[in-house]
């Protein structure tokens, strides 16, 4: 490139002097410099209309959008660039500048370190939203604060590079700096522990996927809907309605009962009829029960048992499963259960148990 510029600067130069333009040497350096501008301003718009009219409609036509959005985010930033570059080859050969060549390398090193960080940063950005919307087509539905923040660890991690490259072009000895950082980095750690124990927390749900957002769970003696996961808390809508709020860090350190993973249900109830039921009566209700779950579909009979002779009652045992895990259709079928064996004792004289107790009194 420097050569380049110089064999432009000697070739306008005979330009000059063959159309009868006598000149200063500065002032040929300078027209030099202004048509090689130009023509560094040509080829970067040359280069951004090809990305414009053939890569982008290229990049239409597959399916993904990925290709789209990155054309998009680094055509701009990439002509930057070349004009950025050609600047210096062409303001590098002039005669004034000799004497600070090193400082404005340098300088122009350091405006392309940071050009390409900015690439690289929109590039991310372009990355962890595609990765966020697919996330959303398989119905997982990711926290935004959780992508924000996941977004700006990489954007910190790049920018730290950006900054080290920096130093090395600077020829600062860096085993300092990273000893100073390392020191420094112990000491917020320290500073800031619980608050990073939550975020590393919320990123060991993200990946490790105990629950997700929608998902019905149990903490200790508290139950609710998850509708939101953090950086540094999970927030539950109970079912008597207020909002729970538990830290990531506890929740990654306690039992958690997710019922949403259950397929289905195993549901036990028991009901009781009186003692002065004949035992034929007794002997039919087990064929009643199974006759009511058979007819439903969501319900799956285990078994019906005379199990014991209780206080007030005799009872009976039924298991079943529910082949849901939504609870609101789990109370739907319970519901039609009863009024089922409610409607069949009615049909066949079976008389319901409730408390009862005998009082005898004994004249004196």
Do not use: C
């Not at 749900?205 to 019905?216: L, V």
Request: aromatic letters at 14%.
């Amino acid at each position: 490139m420097e050569n380049i510029s110089r064999y432009a600067n000697l070739f306008i130069g005979q330009l000059l002097d063959i159309f009868g333009f006598q000149t200063e040497p500065i002032v040929r350096e300078i027209l030099t410099m202004i048509i090689l501008l130009i023509l560094w301003l040509f080829f970067g718009w040359l280069i951004y209309t090809i990305i414009e009219r053939y890569f982008m409609k290229l990049a239409k036509k597959t399916k993904t959008k990925l290709d789209d959005e990155i054309l998009k985010n680094i055509k701009l930033p990439l002509y930057l660039f070349i004009i950025v570059t050609g600047f210096y080859y062409t303001i590098e050969p002039l005669s004034f500048i000799q004497p600070f060549t090193d400082t404005v390398a340098l300088l122009f090193v350091i405006i392309e370190i940071l050009l390409a960080t900015f690439v690289v940063t929109r590039i991310v950005n372009v990355l962890v939203s595609w990765y966020h919307e697919k996330q959303k087509e398989k119905k997982r539905d990711l926290s935004d604060h959780l992508i924000f923040i996941l977004r700006k660890i990489i954007h910190l991690i790049i920018y730290l590079f950006a900054f080290f490259i920096i130093l090395y072009v600077f020829e600062i000895d860096l085993s300092g700096v990273v000893v100073g950082l390392g020191v420094g980095g112990i000491a917020i750690a320290f500073a800031l522990q619980n608050i990073l124990g939550d975020v590393f927390s919320a990123f060991t749900i993200y990946f490790d996927r105990p629950f997700e957002i929608g998902d019905y769970i149990t903490i200790g003696s508290d139950a609710g809907v998850v509708k939101k996961i953090g950086i540094k808390s999970t927030r539950i809508q109970t079912l008597q309605g207020e909002e729970l709020v538990v830290s990531n860090h506890e929740l990654v350190n306690t039992r958690i009962r997710n019922f949403k993973k259950m397929k289905k249900r195993r549901i036990t109830f028991t009901f009781g009829v009186i003692y002065d039921t004949p035992q034929e009566k007794l002997k039919k209700i087990p064929d009643i029960v199974k006759k009511i779950l058979s007819s439903l579909n969501l319900a799956e009979l285990d078994r019906v048992h005379f199990k014991e002779f209780g206080s007030f009652s005799l009872t009976f045992e039924v298991v079943y499963y529910i082949k849901s895990k939504e609870y609101s259709r789990y109370m739907d079928t319970q519901q039609e259960i009863n009024l089922e064996i409610k409607k069949a004792f009615e049909k066949e004289g079976i008389e319901m148990a409730f408390p009862t107790q005998t009082v005898f009194l004994k004249d004196a």
